[in-house]
């Protein structure tokens, strides 16, 4: 197995990974937005309401 980021042989102790080094730079790449998972846009009147999708909205008070 090579590490995702740079291609090396994997370290056991960083798997799937080389090193921290490259397990860093792949948590940079998260915390930064570069991987996302693509969606379609969604229309919010298509959307339940608060009330409709919140059970404890619905609770007497």
């Given at each position: ?16 990974f080389c090193s ?42």
């Amino acid at each position: 197995m090579t590490c995702p980021i740079c291609s090396k042989e994997t370290d056991a102790k960083y798997r799937p990974f080389c090193s921290r080094r490259c397990a860093d730079v792949d948590l940079g790449r998260w915390l930064t937005g570069s991987y996302a998972i693509p969606a379609e846009p969604v229309d919010p009147d298509d959307l339940p309401a608060a009330s409709e999708a919140d059970p404890a909205a619905r609770r007497p008070q």
